[in-house]
């Protein structure tokens, strides 16, 4: 039989089936058109959004955090060369719209879907099963190859491990640029950061790279703050079960700031419910930071929002990856940011069900996938 695709290459994937179930099934990646760039993918960070990602419409190649190889490049690239180590990002910048011109490469109109310009690259591109099937976030990283627009990619420097470097684009740059970029923390601040999971311990790395004088994380977990301390939480309590409008714990960040509140808090959960919370926690005329990307109703009493408290919802830490990319790798080398001590476990594709399930039971900070031992 004749392929549609001439040049694909096989290529081993999980396909969510949009029912809350995947499968690992082979599927044929063509080769790059214009300014599209194939890659060999080497490590795949597991992220909540991957597990939401289960019911969205499918079949759909899942994961949206990635680091690989430049496997084939379209006669239309000419700053990425076959072989090279790259990072794989989702919020995808076209570099000229109005967003990505104002160094907000995360809102860019085209990944918003507000321009006409398709962020994805040209269909079909992947093959299952005799027909043509999308990619997570137009990347697809739980799959031996990615096929995905050039400007998605930015080189990694060929002594950053791909099983590390992995994980930077999503919950790292949500967390350190939320703190660096949205909040804009200033040394001898303060910051409450309540939930201490991937992006929380990200946000406290921030904060602590930032200067900030007072880190306070809250959580419900003693190992979680254990992690937390670690990562440079100056402060940790522990939210107790019958604690559930935080007054023990408000009682404590006031203790702590001269019966003020903090100057920052975050919100890194991951449970809606608590989209308000981070208000208590700060002073007059502080910052709310809610990085759970809640949707549907919540309620919340407009006393927490007195007074001139301003909230924020940012977007991925409100990363313009050609300045908050290399920012990341050069605190990485200086051992300002640590990234090995954020990942958990390591796991080969064929395991992604239990990556997933260690996710849900909070048991890992960070799962990845790792598609080629030999070469991470
Ligand atoms: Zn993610
Ligand atoms: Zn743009």
């Known amino acids: ?17 949009g029912r809350g179930g995947f499968e690992i099934a082979s599927t044929q990646v063509r080769s790059p058109m214009g300014s599209e760039v194939r890659v060999r993918m080497a490590a795949a960070g597991v992220c909540h959004t991957d597990h939401q990602s289960l019911n969205w419409d499918g079949p759909l190649v899942l994961g949206h955090e990635g680091a690989g190889w430049v496997d084939a490049v379209g006669p239309d690239v000419s700053h990425l060369v076959v072989g090279q180590p790259v990072l794989l990002n989702w919020a995808i910048p076209c570099g000229h719209c109005l967003p990505c011109q104002q160094s907000h490469g995360h809102l860019c109109d085209r990944t918003q879907g507000l321009s006409k310009e398709s ?31 050039s400007e998605a990619l930015t080189p990694l420097p060929a002594h950053l491990p791909m099983h590390e470097a992995c994980i ?11 703190v660096i970029n949205s909040a804009n923390v200033q040394a001898g601040e303060s910051v409450v950061v309540l939930g201490c999971g991937g992006v929380g311990l990200s946000v406290i790395q921030g904060a602590r790279i930032a200067g900030a004088k007072t880190i306070i994380a809250l959580d419900k977990r003693l190992e979680s703050l254990e992690r937390a301390r670690r990562m440079g939480a100056t402060h940790t309590w522990r939210i107790e079960d019958n604690d559930a409008k935080f007054e023990a714990a408000l009682a404590h960040v006031r203790s702590l700031t001269d019966e003020r509140g903090a100057d920052y808090a975050f919100e890194a959960t991951g449970q809606h419910s608590l989209a308000f919370a981070p208000l208590k ?10 990085l759970s990307g809640a949707h549907g109703e919540v309620s919340a009493s407009m006393l927490d929002f007195w007074w001139d408290k301003r909230y924020l919802t940012p977007l991925y830490g409100g990363c313009h990856p050609p300045r908050d990319f290399p920012k990341l790798m050069r605190w990485i080398d200086e051992g300002q940011l640590d990234v090995a001590s954020m990942i958990t476990r390591h796991y080969p594709l ?7 399930d260690d996710m849900l039971a909070g048991t890992n900070i960070k799962g990845v996938i790792v598609f080629d031992k030999d070469r991470t």
């Not at 039989?1 to 089936?17: D, F, Q, R, T, Y």
């Open 281 to 290: 926690f700060i002073r007059h005329g502080g910052v709310a930071l809610q």
């Open 119 to 149: 962020p994805s690259v040209a269909s079909p591109h992947t093959e299952w099963q005799q027909q043509s099937i999308r990619r997570s976030f137009n990347l697809g990283t739980f799959s031996e190859y990615a096929l995905v627009r």
């Open 168 to 178: 930077l684009g999503c919950g790292v740059m949500t967390g350190v640029g939320s």
């Open 1 to 17: 039989m004749k392929s549609p695709m001439p040049e694909s290459v096989p290529s081993l994937a999980a396909i969510g089936n």
């Open 350 to 356: 064929s395991q992604l069900q239990e990556a997933m």
